[in-house]
């Protein structure tokens, strides 16, 4: 399974005044099973971006492939699309409106034809996936508190069983703990269910421990892909676009340009705990 974008763009507001080229000439190819962050500034076309992935945007020009076929074809199916690549929208209340969140995990497997008894139960697989108490299954959804919304509406998309899963800001407005809490659940299903993650994030520290590869956005157009560690080593260059790199990147710095024989290009405190250790062995 792969998603290829070749030279996608799209400009919201065309032919009026208020025109503005969101995604310009975007070339990128996204592999089963990887787990991608996408990072930049606001208005860099993260949001935008991801929106194509699944057919909701739909290109001015360029070609979006998945698995070898145009999803702009006349006969490609984009419902099913929707379905195999889901989107966590940064807002989970932009996602809830049944009137218990059982109800609300059951509606998109509903939507694919599946009747009550196999909706039922794929909805309570993906709440348990998801983290969810069993004592919330039958409250109301816009009762539960922001962490517990997030993973519900984690829980409506995992119940179609994407082959890829798209979070946008899946941590804003969360606690330390929450925070974790979601990575963690999101971490662990990407290695557990081998399915392809993309995350939307404006922490630095979380797409460095978690994600393997990073795609960087600026002014709708790709400015760095590549490895965490490839990506922080250019940290100047993300400083001039409005970016930064993770804290312990800035301390491993400076303590090379100190003279300590470290390893300057690490993005974790683990990597840097690893790096100091070694000196002292």
Not at 13 to 24: D, F, N, R, V
Not at 26 to 54: M, Y
Not at 158 to 169: S, W
Not at 201 to 224: C, N, P
């Amino acid at each position: 399974m792969s998603i290829i974008l070749n030279n996608v763009s799209f400009t919201y507001g065309e032919g009026t005044a208020y025109e503005m080229q969101a995604l310009k000439n975007v070339t990128l190819k996204i592999d089963d099973g990887e787990f991608i962050g996408i990072i930049g500034h606001t208005g860099s076309g993260k949001s935008t971006l991801i929106q194509h992935l699944n057919g909701l945007m739909k290109a001015v020009s360029g070609e979006i492939y998945f698995n070898g076929r145009d999803i702009y074809e006349e006969d490609f199916d984009l419902r099913e699309l929707r379905t195999r690549v889901g989107l966590v929208f940064q807002y989970p209340e932009h996602q809830l409106f049944e009137t218990t969140v059982f109800n609300d995990v059951c509606f998109g497997p509903m939507n694919q034809g599946f009747d009550k008894n196999e909706a039922g139960l794929r909805a309570f697989e993906a709440l348990r996936m998801a983290g969810v108490p069993e004592k919330l299954y039958y409250q109301p959804p816009f009762d539960l508190s922001g962490g517990q919304k997030r993973r519900v509406a984690i829980a409506g998309v995992l119940a179609m069983k994407p082959e890829v899963l798209i979070l946008d800001e899946p941590t804003a407005g969360l606690d330390p703990k929450g925070r974790d809490e979601i990575l963690d659940l999101i971490a662990g299903m990407h290695k557990s269910k081998k399915m392809t993650v993309i995350l939307v994030s404006h922490s630095m520290e979380d797409v460095a421990k978690y994600v393997q590869r990073i795609i960087v956005m600026d002014e709708g157009q790709v400015f760095l892909d590549g490895a965490p560690r490839e990506v922080f080593k250019y940290y100047k260059e993300l400083e001039k676009i409005g970016l930064c790199a993770p804290e312990v990147t800035y301390l491993m710095e400076d303590l090379k340009a100190r003279g300590m024989a470290i390893d300057g290009d690490a993005t974790t405190v683990e990597e840097a705990k690893q790096s100091i250790l070694k000196l002292f062995q």
